[in-house]
Protein backbone atom coordinates (compact mmCIF):
# COMPACT_ATOMS: atom_id res chain seq x y z
CA UNK A 1 0.00 0.00 0.00
CA UNK A 2 1.18 3.47 -1.03
CA UNK A 3 1.83 6.55 1.81
CA UNK A 4 -1.00 8.28 1.03
CA UNK A 5 -3.84 5.41 0.95
CA UNK A 6 -1.99 4.20 4.23
CA UNK A 7 -2.65 7.58 5.66
CA UNK A 8 -5.97 8.38 4.48
CA UNK A 9 -6.98 4.69 6.08
CA UNK A 10 -5.36 5.60 9.59
CA UNK A 11 -7.43 8.63 9.19
CA UNK A 12 -10.24 6.41 8.34
CA UNK A 13 -9.97 4.29 11.68
CA UNK A 14 -9.41 7.04 13.71
CA UNK A 15 -12.41 8.85 12.33
CA UNK A 16 -14.99 5.78 13.16
CA UNK A 17 -13.11 4.98 16.54
CA UNK A 18 -13.73 8.40 17.89
CA UNK A 19 -17.54 8.73 16.55
CA UNK A 20 -18.61 4.77 17.64
CA UNK A 21 -16.13 4.58 20.89
CA UNK A 22 -15.12 8.56 22.15
CA UNK A 23 -13.22 7.21 24.68
CA UNK A 24 -10.68 5.48 22.52
CA UNK A 25 -10.87 7.66 19.61
CA UNK A 26 -9.90 10.78 21.14
CA UNK A 27 -6.91 9.38 22.81
CA UNK A 28 -5.77 7.52 19.76
CA UNK A 29 -6.00 10.63 17.24
CA UNK A 30 -3.08 12.13 19.82
CA UNK A 31 -0.78 9.77 19.13
CA UNK A 32 1.78 9.47 16.17
CA UNK A 33 1.28 7.02 13.46
CA UNK A 34 4.37 5.25 11.45
CA UNK A 35 3.84 3.00 8.49
CA UNK A 36 6.46 0.24 8.73
CA UNK A 37 6.61 -1.30 5.04
CA UNK A 38 8.08 -4.84 4.49
CA UNK A 39 7.03 -6.31 7.49
CA UNK A 40 5.31 -9.41 7.14
CA UNK A 41 6.21 -10.79 11.17
CA UNK A 42 4.08 -8.56 12.80
CA UNK A 43 1.22 -6.33 12.45
CA UNK A 44 1.38 -3.36 15.09
CA UNK A 45 3.37 -2.45 18.07
CA UNK A 46 4.24 1.10 20.33
CA UNK A 47 7.04 2.67 21.79
CA UNK A 48 5.01 4.36 24.16
CA UNK A 49 4.64 7.75 21.86
CA UNK A 50 3.79 6.15 18.69
CA UNK A 51 1.63 3.03 17.08
CA UNK A 52 3.43 1.24 14.31
CA UNK A 53 1.76 -0.17 11.79
CA UNK A 54 2.45 -2.69 9.01
CA UNK A 55 1.19 -4.28 5.69
CA UNK A 56 -0.60 -6.65 7.74
CA UNK A 57 -2.65 -4.16 9.38
CA UNK A 58 -3.87 -3.03 6.58
CA UNK A 59 -5.44 -6.22 5.52
CA UNK A 60 -7.65 -6.56 8.18
CA UNK A 61 -11.68 -5.22 7.78
CA UNK A 62 -11.68 -1.80 9.44
CA UNK A 63 -13.87 -3.15 12.76
CA UNK A 64 -10.11 -5.32 13.32
CA UNK A 65 -7.90 -2.22 12.56
CA UNK A 66 -10.19 -0.25 15.14
CA UNK A 67 -9.12 -3.02 17.89
CA UNK A 68 -5.68 -3.33 16.99
CA UNK A 69 -5.43 0.35 17.18
CA UNK A 70 -7.02 0.46 20.53
CA UNK A 71 -5.13 -2.50 21.64
CA UNK A 72 -1.76 -0.58 21.26
CA UNK A 73 -3.69 2.61 22.97
CA UNK A 74 -4.37 0.60 25.95
CA UNK A 75 -0.45 -0.39 26.02
CA UNK A 76 0.31 2.86 26.48
CA UNK A 77 -1.76 4.13 28.95
CA UNK A 78 -1.51 1.77 31.45
CA UNK A 79 2.44 1.99 31.19
CA UNK A 80 3.26 -1.46 30.05
CA UNK A 81 6.19 -1.10 28.38
CA UNK A 82 7.92 0.29 31.47
CA UNK A 83 6.21 -2.10 33.69
CA UNK A 84 7.22 -4.77 31.77
CA UNK A 85 11.02 -3.94 31.12
CA UNK A 86 12.21 -6.08 34.12
CA UNK A 87 10.16 -9.36 33.68
CA UNK A 88 10.25 -11.75 30.86
CA UNK A 89 10.11 -9.92 27.06
CA UNK A 90 7.48 -12.50 25.70
CA UNK A 91 5.87 -13.63 28.87
CA UNK A 92 5.03 -9.66 30.08
CA UNK A 93 3.49 -9.21 26.73
CA UNK A 94 1.05 -12.12 26.96
CA UNK A 95 0.04 -10.68 30.50
CA UNK A 96 -0.71 -7.50 29.10
CA UNK A 97 -2.06 -8.69 25.69
CA UNK A 98 -4.44 -10.66 28.41
CA UNK A 99 -5.99 -7.21 30.48
CA UNK A 100 -5.91 -5.35 27.24
CA UNK A 101 -7.97 -7.61 25.30
CA UNK A 102 -10.40 -8.42 28.16
CA UNK A 103 -11.16 -4.62 28.30
CA UNK A 104 -12.08 -4.44 24.32
CA UNK A 105 -13.88 -7.45 24.27
CA UNK A 106 -15.80 -6.38 27.12
CA UNK A 107 -16.36 -2.69 25.04
CA UNK A 108 -17.74 -5.36 22.42
CA UNK A 109 -15.17 -4.44 19.86
CA UNK A 110 -14.58 -7.35 16.82
CA UNK A 111 -10.99 -8.71 17.13
CA UNK A 112 -9.03 -10.37 14.43
CA UNK A 113 -8.72 -13.73 14.98
CA UNK A 114 -4.91 -14.02 14.10
CA UNK A 115 -4.15 -12.16 17.10
CA UNK A 116 -5.77 -14.40 19.62
CA UNK A 117 -8.10 -16.77 19.89
CA UNK A 118 -8.39 -16.85 23.69
CA UNK A 119 -7.33 -14.36 26.00
CA UNK A 120 -5.66 -17.10 27.49
CA UNK A 121 -4.08 -18.60 24.00
CA UNK A 122 -2.01 -15.67 22.74
CA UNK A 123 0.07 -17.43 21.26
CA UNK A 124 0.23 -20.95 19.81
CA UNK A 125 3.44 -22.21 21.70
CA UNK A 126 2.02 -21.18 24.96
CA UNK A 127 -1.40 -22.42 26.85
CA UNK A 128 -2.55 -20.05 29.96
CA UNK A 129 -5.16 -21.10 31.58
CA UNK A 130 -6.15 -17.29 33.47
CA UNK A 131 -9.64 -16.87 32.17
CA UNK A 132 -11.69 -13.86 32.01
CA UNK A 133 -13.13 -14.44 35.46
CA UNK A 134 -10.01 -13.89 37.21
CA UNK A 135 -8.63 -11.16 34.68
CA UNK A 136 -11.85 -9.29 35.91
CA UNK A 137 -10.45 -9.20 39.27
CA UNK A 138 -7.36 -7.49 38.54
CA UNK A 139 -6.48 -3.88 39.19
CA UNK A 140 -3.82 -2.19 36.95
CA UNK A 141 -1.56 -2.01 39.24
CA UNK A 142 -1.63 -5.90 39.47
CA UNK A 143 -0.39 -6.50 36.17
CA UNK A 144 2.00 -9.00 37.37
CA UNK A 145 -0.67 -10.89 39.10
CA UNK A 146 -1.87 -12.20 35.20
CA UNK A 147 2.23 -12.77 34.55
CA UNK A 148 3.15 -14.79 37.89
CA UNK A 149 -0.23 -16.94 37.11
CA UNK A 150 1.36 -17.39 33.16
CA UNK A 151 4.58 -18.38 34.74
CA UNK A 152 3.21 -21.33 36.41
CA UNK A 153 2.61 -22.88 33.35
CA UNK A 154 5.46 -25.58 32.38
CA UNK A 155 5.72 -24.39 29.03
CA UNK A 156 6.38 -21.12 29.53
CA UNK A 157 8.96 -21.79 32.14
CA UNK A 158 10.91 -23.63 29.91
CA UNK A 159 12.07 -20.52 27.91
CA UNK A 160 13.13 -18.54 31.11
CA UNK A 161 16.12 -18.74 33.43
CA UNK A 162 15.75 -21.43 36.23
CA UNK A 163 14.77 -20.06 39.59
CA UNK A 164 13.76 -16.79 38.03
CA UNK A 165 10.78 -14.70 37.50
CA UNK A 166 12.82 -12.53 34.53
CA UNK A 167 15.24 -13.16 32.44
CA UNK A 168 17.62 -9.93 33.12
CA UNK A 169 19.63 -8.73 30.82
CA UNK A 170 19.12 -11.95 28.80
CA UNK A 171 15.79 -10.02 27.57
CA UNK A 172 17.36 -7.82 25.37
CA UNK A 173 18.20 -11.03 23.25
CA UNK A 174 15.48 -13.20 23.26
CA UNK A 175 12.48 -10.39 23.50
CA UNK A 176 10.16 -9.09 21.51
CA UNK A 177 9.13 -5.63 20.29
CA UNK A 178 7.39 -3.54 23.01
CA UNK A 179 3.77 -3.67 23.28
CA UNK A 180 3.45 -5.58 19.64
CA UNK A 181 0.82 -7.37 18.21
CA UNK A 182 2.19 -10.35 16.71
CA UNK A 183 3.96 -13.36 16.76
CA UNK A 184 6.01 -13.23 20.42
CA UNK A 185 8.93 -15.47 19.81
CA UNK A 186 12.05 -14.67 17.95
CA UNK A 187 11.45 -11.03 17.49
CA UNK A 188 13.94 -8.78 17.64
CA UNK A 189 13.06 -6.31 20.33
CA UNK A 190 12.38 -2.50 19.16
CA UNK A 191 14.98 0.50 20.30
CA UNK A 192 14.26 1.65 23.35
CA UNK A 193 14.54 5.35 22.89
CA UNK A 194 11.50 6.70 24.28
CA UNK A 195 8.30 9.09 23.69
CA UNK A 196 10.55 11.95 23.59
CA UNK A 197 13.73 10.53 21.85
CA UNK A 198 11.75 7.82 19.28
CA UNK A 199 11.19 10.60 16.67
CA UNK A 200 12.69 11.32 13.40
CA UNK A 201 16.20 8.85 13.67
CA UNK A 202 13.36 6.24 14.35
CA UNK A 203 11.43 7.30 11.52
CA UNK A 204 13.98 7.70 9.12
CA UNK A 205 15.25 3.80 9.95
CA UNK A 206 12.02 2.06 10.63
CA UNK A 207 9.15 3.51 8.56
CA UNK A 208 7.35 6.74 7.32
CA UNK A 209 5.01 8.95 8.98
CA UNK A 210 1.49 8.84 8.28
CA UNK A 211 0.59 11.15 11.41
CA UNK A 212 2.05 12.63 14.31
CA UNK A 213 1.56 13.27 17.31
CA UNK A 214 -0.44 16.39 19.09
CA UNK A 215 1.52 18.70 20.08
CA UNK A 216 1.38 18.12 23.43
CA UNK A 217 2.04 14.28 23.21
CA UNK A 218 5.42 15.59 21.47
CA UNK A 219 6.91 17.58 23.75
CA UNK A 220 6.26 14.80 26.83
CA UNK A 221 9.11 14.68 28.81
CA UNK A 222 8.33 10.94 29.31
CA UNK A 223 6.09 7.87 28.59
CA UNK A 224 4.32 8.57 31.81
CA UNK A 225 3.69 11.74 31.15
CA UNK A 226 2.39 10.50 27.93
CA UNK A 227 0.06 7.93 29.55
CA UNK A 228 -1.28 10.88 32.21
CA UNK A 229 -2.43 12.89 29.19
CA UNK A 230 -3.69 9.92 27.19
CA UNK A 231 -6.08 8.95 30.73
CA UNK A 232 -7.48 12.29 30.69
CA UNK A 233 -8.26 12.18 26.96
CA UNK A 234 -10.33 8.94 27.79
CA UNK A 235 -12.24 10.49 30.47
CA UNK A 236 -13.02 13.50 28.27
CA UNK A 237 -14.44 10.78 25.55
CA UNK A 238 -16.46 8.82 28.14
CA UNK A 239 -18.24 12.18 29.30
CA UNK A 240 -19.19 12.29 25.30
CA UNK A 241 -20.73 8.86 25.24
CA UNK A 242 -20.61 7.06 28.36
CA UNK A 243 -19.86 3.31 27.06
CA UNK A 244 -16.52 2.89 29.08
CA UNK A 245 -15.97 -0.22 30.46
CA UNK A 246 -16.30 -0.24 34.30
CA UNK A 247 -13.01 -1.74 34.90
CA UNK A 248 -11.00 0.36 32.73
CA UNK A 249 -12.56 3.14 34.56
CA UNK A 250 -11.15 1.75 38.02
CA UNK A 251 -8.14 0.78 36.25
CA UNK A 252 -7.43 4.66 35.01
CA UNK A 253 -8.43 5.79 38.80
CA UNK A 254 -5.80 3.22 39.89
CA UNK A 255 -2.94 4.17 37.62
CA UNK A 256 -3.15 7.82 38.69
CA UNK A 257 -3.25 6.84 42.05
CA UNK A 258 -0.22 4.99 41.53
CA UNK A 259 1.47 8.48 40.68
CA UNK A 260 3.48 9.19 43.71
CA UNK A 261 7.28 10.53 44.79
CA UNK A 262 9.89 10.90 47.29
CA UNK A 263 8.59 13.92 48.52
CA UNK A 264 5.22 12.58 49.26
CA UNK A 265 6.44 9.81 50.79
CA UNK A 266 9.01 10.95 53.05
CA UNK A 267 6.23 13.82 54.18
CA UNK A 268 4.03 10.85 55.08
CA UNK A 269 6.26 8.82 56.89
CA UNK A 270 7.53 11.79 58.65
CA UNK A 271 4.48 13.28 59.90
CA UNK A 272 3.12 10.30 60.67
CA UNK A 273 2.62 8.78 64.36
CA UNK A 274 2.47 11.98 66.00
CA UNK A 275 0.59 10.09 69.37
CA UNK A 276 2.73 9.63 72.35
CA UNK A 277 4.76 6.28 72.32
CA UNK A 278 5.53 3.39 74.41
CA UNK A 279 8.75 3.19 76.33
CA UNK A 280 10.73 0.21 75.43
CA UNK A 281 14.65 -0.91 76.89
CA UNK A 282 16.45 0.54 73.93
CA UNK A 283 19.18 -0.71 72.95
CA UNK A 284 19.18 -4.34 73.53
CA UNK A 285 20.71 -7.38 71.96
CA UNK A 286 17.73 -9.63 73.58
CA UNK A 287 14.06 -9.12 72.92
CA UNK A 288 13.13 -5.42 74.08
CA UNK A 289 10.85 -5.02 76.94
CA UNK A 290 8.06 -2.52 77.24
CA UNK A 291 8.70 -0.61 80.53
CA UNK A 292 5.32 0.13 81.00
CA UNK A 293 5.41 3.66 81.05
CA UNK A 294 3.78 6.25 78.14
CA UNK A 295 6.34 9.39 77.05
CA UNK A 296 5.97 12.25 74.84
CA UNK A 297 6.36 11.22 71.32
CA UNK A 298 9.94 12.50 70.37
CA UNK A 299 11.22 13.92 66.97
CA UNK A 300 11.16 11.69 63.81
CA UNK A 301 15.07 11.21 62.57
CA UNK A 302 15.74 11.50 59.06
CA UNK A 303 19.31 10.07 58.11
CA UNK A 304 20.10 11.39 54.47
CA UNK A 305 22.78 9.67 52.78
CA UNK A 306 23.78 11.16 49.92
CA UNK A 307 25.74 11.03 47.11
CA UNK A 308 27.97 14.13 46.02
CA UNK A 309 29.98 12.85 43.25
CA UNK A 310 30.66 14.21 40.25
CA UNK A 311 28.05 12.50 38.08
CA UNK A 312 25.18 14.46 40.77
CA UNK A 313 24.62 17.78 39.07
CA UNK A 314 24.86 21.10 41.15
CA UNK A 315 21.66 21.18 39.94
CA UNK A 316 20.00 17.87 41.35
CA UNK A 317 22.16 18.14 44.22
CA UNK A 318 20.66 21.85 45.43
CA UNK A 319 17.27 21.04 44.25
CA UNK A 320 17.42 18.15 46.70
CA UNK A 321 18.67 19.77 49.30
CA UNK A 322 15.95 22.50 49.33
CA UNK A 323 13.33 20.13 48.98
CA UNK A 324 14.50 18.06 52.36
CA UNK A 325 15.07 21.29 54.45
CA UNK A 326 11.51 22.22 53.30
CA UNK A 327 10.14 18.87 54.73
CA UNK A 328 12.19 18.96 57.74
CA UNK A 329 10.60 21.90 58.81
CA UNK A 330 6.83 20.80 58.06
CA UNK A 331 7.57 17.30 59.80
CA UNK A 332 9.11 18.92 63.19
CA UNK A 333 11.88 16.39 62.54
CA UNK A 334 15.51 16.24 62.68
CA UNK A 335 18.24 15.32 60.05
CA UNK A 336 21.30 14.01 60.25
CA UNK A 337 23.84 14.24 56.69
CA UNK A 338 26.66 11.59 55.63
CA UNK A 339 27.81 11.90 52.39
CA UNK A 340 29.82 9.40 50.78
CA UNK A 341 31.86 9.50 47.01
CA UNK A 342 32.07 13.47 48.51
CA UNK A 343 33.16 16.30 47.08
CA UNK A 344 34.77 18.38 49.77
CA UNK A 345 32.92 21.65 48.37
CA UNK A 346 29.39 20.41 48.88
CA UNK A 347 29.27 19.48 52.40
CA UNK A 348 29.42 23.55 53.39
CA UNK A 349 26.56 23.60 51.44
CA UNK A 350 24.77 20.85 53.83
CA UNK A 351 25.36 22.11 57.51
CA UNK A 352 23.82 25.02 58.03
CA UNK A 353 23.36 27.12 61.30
CA UNK A 354 20.38 24.85 62.25
CA UNK A 355 19.58 22.46 65.64
CA UNK A 356 17.40 20.01 63.54
CA UNK A 357 20.39 19.47 60.64
CA UNK A 358 23.80 17.75 61.81
CA UNK A 359 26.40 16.49 59.61
CA UNK A 360 28.04 13.24 60.14
CA UNK A 361 32.14 13.15 59.75
CA UNK A 362 32.29 10.13 57.21
CA UNK A 363 35.15 9.58 54.46
CA UNK A 364 34.69 9.99 50.96
CA UNK A 365 34.85 6.50 49.63
CA UNK A 366 32.50 5.28 47.11
CA UNK A 367 30.99 2.74 49.30
CA UNK A 368 27.84 4.15 50.98
CA UNK A 369 27.71 1.33 53.44
CA UNK A 370 31.18 2.86 55.08
CA UNK A 371 29.50 6.02 55.50
CA UNK A 372 26.46 4.15 57.36
CA UNK A 373 29.18 3.15 59.76
CA UNK A 374 31.04 6.19 60.57
CA UNK A 375 27.89 7.74 61.24
CA UNK A 376 26.77 5.44 63.54
CA UNK A 377 27.81 7.23 66.35
CA UNK A 378 25.69 9.90 65.85
CA UNK A 379 22.48 8.26 64.72
CA UNK A 380 22.03 5.91 68.17
CA UNK A 381 22.38 9.13 70.17
CA UNK A 382 19.48 10.48 68.20
CA UNK A 383 17.25 7.40 67.44
CA UNK A 384 16.80 6.46 70.92
CA UNK A 385 14.28 8.78 71.88
CA UNK A 386 13.25 9.40 67.65
CA UNK A 387 9.69 8.63 66.53
CA UNK A 388 9.80 7.23 63.68
CA UNK A 389 13.52 6.17 62.01
CA UNK A 390 13.71 7.20 58.03
CA UNK A 391 16.51 6.43 55.43
CA UNK A 392 17.08 8.79 52.44
CA UNK A 393 19.10 7.37 49.92
CA UNK A 394 20.64 10.34 46.80
CA UNK A 395 22.25 8.48 44.64
CA UNK A 396 22.88 7.83 41.19
CA UNK A 397 23.19 4.32 42.53
CA UNK A 398 26.81 3.47 41.33
CA UNK A 399 27.85 1.13 43.78
CA UNK A 400 27.93 -2.65 44.15
CA UNK A 401 27.49 -3.43 48.22
CA UNK A 402 23.28 -2.47 48.36
CA UNK A 403 22.91 -5.45 50.69
CA UNK A 404 25.88 -4.66 53.07
CA UNK A 405 23.79 -1.36 53.26
CA UNK A 406 20.50 -2.31 54.01
CA UNK A 407 21.76 -4.36 56.59
CA UNK A 408 23.64 -1.84 58.57
CA UNK A 409 20.15 0.12 58.42
CA UNK A 410 18.33 -2.76 59.46
CA UNK A 411 20.29 -3.03 62.64
CA UNK A 412 19.84 0.52 63.74
CA UNK A 413 16.39 -0.55 63.33
CA UNK A 414 15.60 2.05 59.59
CA UNK A 415 12.49 0.45 58.39
CA UNK A 416 11.22 3.01 56.34
CA UNK A 417 13.99 3.32 53.43
CA UNK A 418 13.68 5.97 50.32
CA UNK A 419 16.31 5.58 47.70
CA UNK A 420 16.06 8.94 45.48
CA UNK A 421 17.51 7.84 41.73
CA UNK A 422 18.48 10.17 39.61
CA UNK A 423 17.73 9.86 35.53
CA UNK A 424 20.99 7.86 35.03
CA UNK A 425 20.52 5.28 38.22
CA UNK A 426 22.31 1.91 37.55
CA UNK A 427 19.40 -0.10 37.16
CA UNK A 428 21.28 -3.33 38.68
CA UNK A 429 21.46 -1.55 42.01
CA UNK A 430 17.68 -0.63 41.60
CA UNK A 431 16.34 -3.27 41.21
CA UNK A 432 18.69 -5.18 43.98
CA UNK A 433 17.79 -1.97 46.17
CA UNK A 434 13.48 -2.99 45.92
CA UNK A 435 14.08 -6.48 46.08
CA UNK A 436 15.71 -5.81 49.48
CA UNK A 437 12.48 -3.49 50.38
CA UNK A 438 13.58 -0.46 49.80
CA UNK A 439 10.98 2.28 47.79
CA UNK A 440 13.00 3.61 44.70
CA UNK A 441 11.71 6.71 43.02
CA UNK A 442 13.09 9.20 40.63
CA UNK A 443 14.45 12.97 41.53
CA UNK A 444 12.28 14.38 39.08
CA UNK A 445 8.13 14.27 39.93
CA UNK A 446 6.44 11.43 38.49
Known sequence: MDIARARKQ?????????????WLGLPASKLGYVYVQGDKENIAWTDGKNIYVTDRFFDFKIEEQEYVIAHELLHVVLEHVDRGKNLHPVVSNIAADAI????????????????AVKTWNRYNDYVIEFGHREIAKVDALEFKVV?????????????????????GGGCKKQGQKNGSTGRGQGQEQAPDLGPAKAGREFRKSQGRTIKKPSSDIEKAADRKQVARQLRDAMRQGAKMAGNMPGEVK?????????????????RKWATAQRRKRQ?????????PRWKGKVKD?????VFVLGDTSGSISNEQFEQFLAEVRAMVRAA????????????????GRIERKSDRIRMARTFGGTDPTMAVRNARPMLMREIRKARARIAVLFSDMWFDNAAGLTEELNGMGFGNKIAVATRDAKQ???????????????????
Open 10 to 22: VRKVLARLTLMRP
Open 100 to 115: VNYALDKSGMQRPEIV
Open 147 to 167: YDAIVKDKQIRQVMRPGQGGC
Open 250 to 266: EWLEDMDKAEIDWRSVL
Open 279 to 287: SWSWPSYAV
Open 297 to 301: RGQPV
Open 332 to 347: DAKVIWAVFDTRIAET
Open 428 to 446: ETVQELERLGWMVLNLETA
